[in-house]
């Protein structure tokens, strides 16, 4: 008996590791998981990136309109995108706000954010080759966020990318994030 019972417990442990999640799970999966996080500290910051696998930025976009996702899923599994949010670092205080000696300060950081920025994000391909970013979106909080939250985009498939390069003008500091390549979850659509 003990042995039908261990034998049963192993075959749930496999099943449910090859479970497929449906498109709720799958982004929040995305958006929460430890797994999926690289994070770094600098001086005045905290940045924590999250990989956004084709699938669920198309789930974010569309909903769970398989003809959309479908449509365009062929096109973005060549790029990878990332979500990127910014934090002091007790993770209370507006970082627009944070450490500012004019009032104009906060006003250059906002246009850094919006115009500047992906001109300092680049990341370093597994074969050492060095790309820009391809896109980004500044999103505003209006302070209802203790963070600043961004997307970003490079036009080369995540399983060729070893790290996110930041040299932030925020506090002039320079951070590279290795990149973890946790196993994905499968998506039942």
């Not at 990989?51 to 198309?58: G, K, Q, V």
């Not at 398989?66 to 990127?84: A, G, P, Q, T």
Request: hydrophobic letters at 35%; glycine letters at 2%; aromatic letters at 12%.
């Amino acid at each position: 008996m003990r042995h039908y019972i261990l034998i049963l417990f192993f075959i749930i442990l496999i099943s449910s590791c090859n479970k497929k999640l449906d498109p709720i799970e799958y982004v929040n999966w995305f958006k929460n998981s430890k797994e999926n996080l690289n994070e770094k500290k600098s001086a005045h910051y905290l940045y924590e990136i999250r990989y956004l696998s084709p699938e669920a930025n198309l789930l974010m976009e569309f909903g769970q309109n398989n003809d959309s996702i479908n449509k365009y899923l062929i096109e973005e599994k060549n790029w990878s995108k990332f979500e990127l949010k910014i934090f002091t670092i007790d993770k209370k205080q507006d970082v627009l706000k944070y450490n500012n000696k004019q009032k104009s300060d906060y006003f250059e950081k906002m246009q850094y954010l919006i115009t500047g920025i992906n001109e300092d994000i680049t990341a370093t391909k597994k074969d050492g080759n060095i790309i820009s970013c391809s896109f980004h979106h500044f999103e505003r909080s209006y302070n209802i966020s203790p963070y600043l939250n961004l997307t970003f985009s490079f036009m080369e498939n995540i399983e060729n990318l070893k790290e996110i390069n930041i040299e932030s003008k925020l506090d002039n500091s320079k951070i590279t994030i290795q990149l973890n390549h946790p196993k994905l979850p499968k998506l039942n659509l």
